[in-house]
């Protein structure tokens, strides 16, 4: 106001004749102009200066939760007509289809099952999945809150599926029910360690049986999501208003755009344990930065880091673990480690897992091996390549087994007029004579090469991967099995 005042008295504003109505005018942009000052000097006051490793330990301890932010409350955004759209929080996503390239929610999805999706917003209630039998030789449940720590409460690895269950979702602060509470008819009780849930579904639809896909088909359509309310024959309650951060296009882009309010609202709206070295570790990075569980994200108060800084760190992250990866050894030590519960894995694990896609299961549900090319350079859509599997090198699953082609560098399906992206029980394959099997990466089909055992890539100077899913493996063939290696054709 002193700052006002004087103003007004080096203008003259004493001597002037103005109207009331003029007068009040200049008065209003004097004022504007002086909060405008006070706020342009209150965000330069709050400017953190972080230095690069700094930066670099943020990124690191906070990857795992905007990974899977981005991938949760794509979900849960995206229109239930798209691919694993929901269409908001507390409904469900049914598909009896397999995915083509048009899915981009999540890197590096599979072609091989059906992803049955469930949004779950427990704030106001618990929520409830009415479950059925499948007749399917794999299917199970996963979950994982925006800490991305996973859990399987059902598999068909397990003994589960074989009869119809209900599985009620609740956290430390849903209202309405407490821990250990028993609900008639409930068959179990999963306490979340988030407000938000994603609570996934994978399905093997035996695709090339059509009598048994129609079949499994039904049994996805029986599956059920209500809340507490609802399964008790009463209304659902209205849910209570809130507001998400922004999601990103790429990961990089919330590191980039909007970190500070994104990490505001999932600490939130997460539980955290006091005596976990990773949890104390994220919230003593936060705190200088003014982020802690249970405050309001105000943008005007809020501390302002170098965006363009953190993009760039989390780009050589994600490169750092790519080229890691590329290495068979490094993919042999991680492949038992990735996609455990909470207490379960360690930091790195949990960078290289959300790095290549949110979302995987662990070791005793399916194992994730990378085929390289043989000469150990990195595989290009430039070239053509076979990947040769005799009788006795088959991948060893109890259930099935898929080979997938993605793009590197999003972990996109590549398009494709012929809509074949992966080689399986569910996409198609031949085998040979002998048992084995021929799979050729290649723009144009080879002469001879069934159809099934094709995977088309677009002849331009791009970098492709190819990944398999082994189902329910035998981990004691697995100790001595090799993944097998694509040979480069021309």
Known sequence: MLDLLYRLKEMGFNRMKLTPSKAYFCLMTLLASCLFSAFSVAAESSKISLSRDQVENIVRRSYQYVAIYNVNNKAAEAPESSPMGTGGWNKLSLNTSLFDASIKLIARPNNDTLYQIAMLDLRDQPMILDVPAFDSMYVSLETSAYDHYVSVPLSSVKGDYKKPEKVLFYTARTQGYTAGDEIAGIDRYLEMSGDFVIAFHRIMPHANEPEKFNRISDQINALKLMSLSEYQGKPAPAPSAINFPAVGATDADVFGNNLLEVMQFIFNH????????????????????????????????????????????????????????????????????????????????????????????????????????????????????????????????????SLTLYDRQNGFFIPNEHNKYSVGENAGFKLNADGGIEIHVAAEKPAGVPKENWLPVQRRDEAIDLSLRIYAPDLEKMKTWKAPSAVLVN
């Not at 249970?294 to 780009?315: H, Q, S, Y």
């Not at 068979?328 to 896609?357: D, M």
């Not at 995987?360 to 390549?385: F, H, R, S, W």
């Open 270 to 401: 997460t539980t955290f344990d006091p005596q976990d070295e990773l949890d104390q570790a994220l919230l003593a990075a936060y705190k200088p930065l003014g982020i802690e569980p249970g405050k309001a994200w105000d943008p005007l108060t809020a501390a302002k880091i170098d965006g363009d800084l953190f993009r760039e760190v989390t780009g050589e992250v994600q490169k750092t673990v790519l080229g890691m990866l590329a290495d068979a050894a490094n993919n042999t030590r991680f492949l038992p480690l990735i996609f455990q519960p909470k207490g379960q894995i360690a930091l790195e694990t949990l960078i290289v897992q959300s790095v290549i896609g949110p979302i995987g299961l662990p070791l005793t549900e399916a194992i994730y091996p990378p085929v390289a090319a043989q000469d150990g350079k990195p595989m290009n859509a430039l070239n053509n390549y076979v990947i040769k599997i005799s009788k006795d090198e088959m991948p060893p699953a109890k259930a099935f087994w």
